[in-house]
């Protein structure tokens, strides 16, 4: 490192990047839960990483009007995302639903920002406070998320000079609801009840298949030369290339996109990896190619580059437009964010990132190490309904 002191501003940058892309790229403990500067450690943010990704279907047999969307549904549900965004934390809902009347499918999101507990404030509850929405006629006031152990969780919604209690059952049982909503609670509130459900129920995936797969590039273990910064096949790299724990964040959107044309993008990726038949699970794939459905399911199944370490299953086979490609990963922070090389399918490099389309104090990392192993992206996507035409509708 010394020697970068006697360089030119460039030579700086190329000589020490080798450096901190191998050495300060991303944490070493990837059980850590992602905290922000405040290092807030109580009981109630703990709960929202266990709330991280999980999928809760509308089950009110009494409307099929459900509080946040204005149209009668036949099938809906929410899945709620949370990461801490530089000095606070951020949940997002993901709502997925078909209207009822043209059995249109859509995805919209809400966000919010978690506030501070203040010390009358009881120790299950969080206060939210809406930041905005993919719904262009939804404005959310604010929201209360209180959780009970082995019970529920219950999020209150303030919208419209008006309120709901959706209580978000974690077992099949209904009689859990009486736990969840007590009729002294509800005041002039509404309720709603949803059960854990999966985010695959309000969407028709196509499932794709490959007989036979083929694993076929090998790795060459060459070193960088004139202090460029390591190739991205350098086996030195490979703990911050396994795939599998890339995806682990639940859902991830289309960021950057090499390809300015792309008539089949993957636009938002979810991981199950409990979910047979593949041997690590599937992927459920929100995509803007598949005009009639425009979502697949797929196996996966992660390998390992000849020269890698087993630990580190690094590459997969992904379907994109009638064929299946081999899909490295050059880099992931193993929690906000992945970086895809598909050299098959027009060389393209992508950027996913756990729900969030900017560039973070968080994921900061993943957006430089794109620009120096991928260079300018010819296409970029603020919302997910500029890559999936359904969640414009």
Known sequence: MLRCLYLGARSLLICCLAF????????????????????????????????????FAFSDTRSKKPYLVSSEVSCFTI??????????????????????????????????????????????????????????????????????????????????????????????DNSGSDNCLQSNELGTCTSEIYHASESKKCLEYTLVTEEHQSKDTETSALRPINNNPRLETDPALQQYQDFKKGLLFSSLVLVYSSLQRDDFRLCMITYRPNKPPGLDGNLYILTSGLESKRAMVQNFNPYTLSGYNETYRTAARIYRNGEFYETKVIFTDKKQCIILRTEGYQNLCELFTGGRYTNGILNSICFFIYAVYCKEPGARFTSLDECWPPASK
């Open 20 to 55: 901190f892309v191998v050495t300060t790229a991303a944490p070493t403990d990837t059980n850590v839960g992602v905290q922000p500067r405040h290092q807030a450690a109580d009981n109630s943010i703990e709960v929202l990483d266990q709330f991280h990704g999980k999928t």
């Open 79 to 172: 899945q709620m995302l949370h990461s801490a965004e530089e000095k606070e934390h951020k949940v997002m809902l993901w709502l997925h639903y078909t209207t009822l009347s043209d059995k249109l499918t859509h995805v919209d999101t809400i966000s919010f920002v978690v506030k501070p507990e203040s010390e009358t404030t009881p120790e299950n509850k969080l206060r939210f406070v809406f930041e905005g929405s993919s719904i262009n006629d939804l404005t959310v006031k604010e929201a209360e998320f209180i959780h009970r152990p082995n019970s529920c969780y219950r999020l209150k919604i303030f919208k419209d000079g008006g309120c709901a209690f959706l209580a978000l059952l974690t077992s099949s």
